[in-house]
């Protein structure tokens, strides 16, 4: 896991947008994976400021979301669709056709979730997706207790999760109590993660993410385990972490380690 440390939010957001852009653009990435919450929403409108700028061309990209509530039609405005048609969808050059999304009126969660999961595959998998943390340290919708292997299901959200999406709704009796999610064996196949988390309320979940132990009651912390997964956070939220000084030292050395490794290679004449 790389551990990318900003000062503020507005950091992270723009650390991540170059991440994106590099993806996009160097690695000719044509299936991202996006989520929502409020996180990831800084980081959006850098695209779409990317996007106007004219760096970024979303024609030829495929999406996948992460999750999607039950029982809320695309239309719906607490919908993650419609969340992700307000904030990046409808202001880039995406075509609708491939925007994907689950289902959240379908009457077979079994076979929506194994229709998702074959079209990810068909498509070559994603290459890269974005995520949040949840302050239980969920990622997705997959809730503590759920499998680190698991692939696209339906969740039954916890009360802390109800309680964190209620802000969204004019009621608490409004809010969906079960949600399709990429199970976490789905995010584990992404080729490239990316994990953004501000603020002092998610610092014991990027603790228990990145430094404590690998359980399903953290789903987050099956990330350590991923080959490519980079985390930018604030100071705010890598405030619990015990090794802080390391993972800072270690964020952005890759130049510098390549420097000392050349001169080393003059100093012993094999340059
Ligand atoms: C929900 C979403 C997650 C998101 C989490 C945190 O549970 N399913 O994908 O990471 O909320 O949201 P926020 O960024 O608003 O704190």
């Not at 991440?19 to 299936?31: E, M, N």
């Not at 990316?194 to 990145?210: C, F, P, S, Y």
């Amino acid at each position: 896991m790389k551990v990318i440390v900003k000062d503020n939010e507005k950091q992270v957001a723009e650390t991540a947008y170059l991440l994106v852009k590099d993806a996009i653009i160097d690695r000719q990435y044509k299936v991202l994976g996006f989520a929502t919450g409020s996180t990831p929403l800084a980081l959006y409108a850098e695209i779409v400021k990317g996007f106007q700028r004219g760096e970024l061309d979303f024609s030829d990209i495929s999406t996948f979301n992460l999750d999607e509530y039950l029982g809320l039609p695309p239309e719906h405005p607490m919908s993650y669709r419609f969340f992700m048609e307000s904030n990046l969808f409808g202001k880039i050059n995406i075509k609708p056709s491939n925007i994907h999304f689950f289902d959240g009126l379908t009457d077979s969660v079994e076979a929506e979730c194994d229709d998702y999961e074959d079209l990810i595959a068909s498509m070559g998998g994603i290459k890269l997706q974005i995520l949040g943390i949840g302050r239980d340290g969920h990622i997705g919708f997959n809730e503590p207790g759920t499998s680190l292997e698991s692939r696209s299901h339906y969740v039954t959200l916890a009360k802390e999760t109800l309680a964190d999406n209620q802000r969204f709704f004019s009621k608490a009796s409004d809010v969906p109590r079960w949600a399709l999610s990429m199970g976490v064996g789905t995010i584990m196949d992404c080729q490239e993660i990316l994990l953004l988390a501000t603020g002092e309320k998610k610092a014991d979940a990027v603790a228990a993410m990145i430094e404590g132990p690998i359980s399903t009651m953290c789903t987050a912390s099956a990330l350590q385990n991923h080959p490519a997964t980079t985390v930018v956070i604030d100071k705010a939220a890598a405030s619990k972490l015990k090794r802080l000084d390391y993972w800072m030292q270690t964020a952005d050395d890759y130049n510098e380690m390549y420097d000392y490794l050349l001169a080393a290679r003059h100093r012993y004449g094999l340059e």
